[in-house]
């Protein structure tokens, strides 16, 4: 091998893994309709249905902040660059006659049993502070119903890292397009994500660009009709980021996922930082969730990645 050679094998590979979606999983799309078009969030949540909500801990990590917030803004200035301490958590949805609904699927039982979970090598090497709580087994086996369907926030590997615990042939709902963002990172992660998807049937990419729009959101459809549960769409973290929200037994309530990781980037309404893909869309998407919880002041509002509810929003 000459040395041009030598100098051209690394290039080419970097191209091709830089080239990578995160998965080649099959997908196909489905449009809901949304039998009315309510103007307010009020109206929107205003049904006889109800969901029960049980939320639950999966696991606790430990990651970097500035990936969480983004520390370049000014609201930001005085936070510290340090680790900050998160959770994992999978919100069980239970529709009184559609069934049980997971939002994102926290981890599963080979992960918290030591046995890999179908991480695979080098991506379980920056897995050592995890600390499972409870398995996604764990969880669907006190439900009174089965699992009718997966709805995913989006498609970061800790929020899938469940998988191998979902019942093969489950429905598993993404926002449009969320396979698609490629990267040199997304190379190193295909085997892991093949594992994790292995034996699942292909994803369902809500077409949330044909829902209706209510209050300051742009983008929402009524996912079981009844008003009961209402899909958002959120794009900025991710191409397909999703939110979520909910007429429970517990009151309204609003599952942001990464459109802000931590309680104080919702509250400073400030996006996350070094894990979000396109900043100035995460804004906008983050603005419009915003908008929910101005008109329904008494909505809880659970963050990506924090236990306790958000608070007000303080910013101006």
Known sequence: MTNATHRLVPAVVFLLLSACAFTTHPTKTERITTPRTPTTWADALSGATQLEWEPVLSAKWKVERKGLINLERAEAKDLPKDEMDIVLPVHVLRHPTRGTFIIDTGVSQSLKDGNGGGIAWPVSSFMGALKPEESLASILKRQPTPLAGVLF???????VMGL?????????????????????????MRSTYANLFKGQQPTTELDVSQGVAIGGVKHA???????????????GHTPGSLAYVA?????????????SHTRWGWEHQVEPGEFTGDHAQNVDSLSQLAS???????????????????????AK
């Open 153 to 159: 926030t989006h498609l970061h590997l800790d929020h």
């Open 292 to 314: 929910i919880a101005k008109e329904l002041p008494a909505i809880t509002v659970m963050t990506g990645h924090e236990w306790e509810p958000a608070g007000a929003i303080v």
């Open 221 to 235: 459809i009524d996912f079981f009709g009844d008003g009961s549960l209402w899909v958002v769409a959120s794009p």
């Open 164 to 188: 191998p615990d979902v019942p093969a042939g489950t429905p598993l709902y993404t926002g449009p397009a969320e396979t698609t963002p490629t990267s040199f990172q997304n190379g190193l």
């Open 247 to 259: 007429n429970t037994s517990k009151g309204f309530v609003l599952f942001a996922g990464d459109t």
